[in-house]
Protein backbone atom coordinates (compact mmCIF):
# COMPACT_ATOMS: atom_id res chain seq x y z
CA UNK A 1 0.00 0.00 0.00
CA UNK A 2 1.30 3.57 -1.04
CA UNK A 3 2.13 5.81 1.90
CA UNK A 4 1.70 8.57 0.33
CA UNK A 5 -0.15 10.38 -3.30
CA UNK A 6 1.48 12.60 -5.69
CA UNK A 7 -0.74 14.67 -7.90
CA UNK A 8 0.95 15.85 -11.41
CA UNK A 9 0.34 17.24 -14.68
CA UNK A 10 2.02 15.50 -17.93
CA UNK A 11 2.09 16.27 -21.46
CA UNK A 12 3.00 13.41 -24.01
CA UNK A 13 4.13 14.70 -27.55
CA UNK A 14 3.94 12.75 -30.03
CA UNK A 15 5.58 13.45 -33.64
CA UNK A 16 6.33 10.77 -36.55
CA UNK A 17 5.77 7.86 -34.32
CA UNK A 18 8.16 8.93 -31.45
CA UNK A 19 7.09 9.83 -28.01
CA UNK A 20 8.94 12.83 -26.23
CA UNK A 21 10.58 11.93 -22.78
CA UNK A 22 12.32 13.85 -20.45
CA UNK A 23 15.16 13.27 -17.26
CA UNK A 24 15.01 15.17 -14.49
CA UNK A 25 18.43 15.92 -12.38
CA UNK A 26 19.29 12.91 -9.80
CA UNK A 27 16.74 10.66 -11.49
CA UNK A 28 17.57 7.64 -13.82
CA UNK A 29 13.41 7.10 -15.37
CA UNK A 30 12.52 9.00 -18.29
CA UNK A 31 9.09 10.57 -18.13
CA UNK A 32 6.64 13.14 -19.69
CA UNK A 33 7.26 16.90 -18.88
CA UNK A 34 4.97 18.13 -16.26
CA UNK A 35 4.84 18.00 -12.78
CA UNK A 36 3.10 18.98 -9.73
CA UNK A 37 0.67 21.60 -9.15
CA UNK A 38 0.77 24.95 -7.70
CA UNK A 39 -1.87 26.48 -5.13
CA UNK A 40 -4.98 27.71 -7.04
CA UNK A 41 -3.44 26.36 -10.20
CA UNK A 42 -5.68 24.26 -12.87
CA UNK A 43 -4.67 21.12 -14.84
CA UNK A 44 -4.46 23.00 -18.12
CA UNK A 45 -2.35 25.76 -16.40
CA UNK A 46 -0.46 23.36 -14.94
CA UNK A 47 0.36 22.13 -17.70
CA UNK A 48 1.51 25.11 -19.42
CA UNK A 49 3.49 26.79 -16.96
CA UNK A 50 5.68 23.34 -17.04
CA UNK A 51 6.13 22.95 -20.78
CA UNK A 52 7.35 26.40 -20.40
CA UNK A 53 9.68 25.83 -17.55
CA UNK A 54 10.73 22.22 -18.62
CA UNK A 55 11.21 23.16 -22.48
CA UNK A 56 11.29 26.36 -23.45
CA UNK A 57 8.50 25.77 -25.38
CA UNK A 58 5.12 26.55 -25.74
CA UNK A 59 2.03 24.57 -26.15
CA UNK A 60 0.26 25.40 -29.67
CA UNK A 61 -2.94 27.03 -28.90
CA UNK A 62 -5.81 24.25 -30.28
CA UNK A 63 -3.50 21.40 -30.05
CA UNK A 64 -3.90 20.57 -26.38
CA UNK A 65 -6.25 17.67 -25.74
CA UNK A 66 -6.77 15.70 -22.21
CA UNK A 67 -5.69 11.82 -23.05
CA UNK A 68 -6.71 10.92 -19.55
CA UNK A 69 -5.97 10.59 -16.08
CA UNK A 70 -3.94 7.62 -15.36
CA UNK A 71 -3.20 6.01 -11.24
CA UNK A 72 0.19 4.34 -11.10
CA UNK A 73 3.39 3.94 -9.23
CA UNK A 74 5.74 7.09 -9.10
CA UNK A 75 8.88 6.42 -11.01
CA UNK A 76 11.19 8.19 -8.16
CA UNK A 77 9.42 8.19 -5.34
CA UNK A 78 9.31 4.99 -2.86
CA UNK A 79 6.02 4.10 -1.97
CA UNK A 80 4.40 6.67 -3.79
CA UNK A 81 1.02 6.27 -5.99
CA UNK A 82 1.00 8.93 -8.82
CA UNK A 83 -2.21 10.53 -10.03
CA UNK A 84 -1.38 12.00 -13.74
CA UNK A 85 -3.55 14.25 -15.52
CA UNK A 86 -2.17 13.47 -19.10
CA UNK A 87 -2.60 15.88 -21.98
CA UNK A 88 -1.50 15.51 -25.23
CA UNK A 89 -0.11 17.96 -27.85
CA UNK A 90 1.98 20.14 -30.01
CA UNK A 91 4.42 22.53 -29.21
CA UNK A 92 5.49 25.69 -30.43
CA UNK A 93 9.43 25.74 -31.02
CA UNK A 94 11.95 23.24 -30.63
CA UNK A 95 11.75 21.62 -26.83
CA UNK A 96 15.50 21.73 -24.68
CA UNK A 97 16.33 20.57 -21.76
CA UNK A 98 15.44 23.59 -19.11
CA UNK A 99 15.07 23.93 -15.38
CA UNK A 100 15.40 20.47 -13.64
CA UNK A 101 15.44 18.49 -16.72
CA UNK A 102 19.22 17.29 -17.73
CA UNK A 103 17.94 15.18 -20.95
CA UNK A 104 15.45 15.04 -23.52
CA UNK A 105 15.23 11.68 -25.84
CA UNK A 106 12.99 10.39 -28.18
CA UNK A 107 11.22 6.99 -28.11
CA UNK A 108 9.79 5.17 -30.68
CA UNK A 109 6.24 4.46 -29.51
CA UNK A 110 6.39 0.79 -31.64
CA UNK A 111 9.66 -0.71 -29.89
CA UNK A 112 9.37 -3.25 -28.33
CA UNK A 113 12.70 -2.69 -25.69
CA UNK A 114 14.15 0.62 -24.81
CA UNK A 115 17.51 1.56 -23.88
CA UNK A 116 16.71 3.78 -21.00
CA UNK A 117 14.74 3.29 -18.24
CA UNK A 118 10.64 4.67 -18.76
CA UNK A 119 8.42 5.45 -15.99
CA UNK A 120 5.83 3.59 -15.34
CA UNK A 121 2.91 6.40 -16.77
CA UNK A 122 5.02 5.41 -20.13
CA UNK A 123 5.17 1.93 -19.93
CA UNK A 124 2.17 0.90 -17.95
CA UNK A 125 -0.78 3.71 -19.13
CA UNK A 126 0.54 5.94 -22.12
CA UNK A 127 2.51 3.25 -24.55
CA UNK A 128 -0.38 0.70 -24.83
CA UNK A 129 -2.98 3.19 -25.17
CA UNK A 130 -0.97 5.32 -28.00
CA UNK A 131 0.18 1.58 -30.05
CA UNK A 132 -4.11 0.85 -30.00
CA UNK A 133 -4.60 4.12 -32.12
Same mark, same amino acid.
Not at 4 to 23: D, F, G, I, M, P
Not at 43 to 72: H, N
Not at 94 to 110: D, R
Given at each position: ???????????????????????????????????????? @???????????? %????? =?? +? *??????????????????????????????????????? @???????????? %????? =?? +? *??????????????
Amino acid at each position: MPQSVLHVVAYAVVENQQLLTVRKKNTHKFMFPGGKFQPG @ENAKAAIQREVR %EELSC =EI +A *PGTIELLGKYVTTAANEADTELVATVFQGDLIGTPTASN @EIVELQWIPIMA %EDYVI =EL +A *PLITDCILPQLRMS
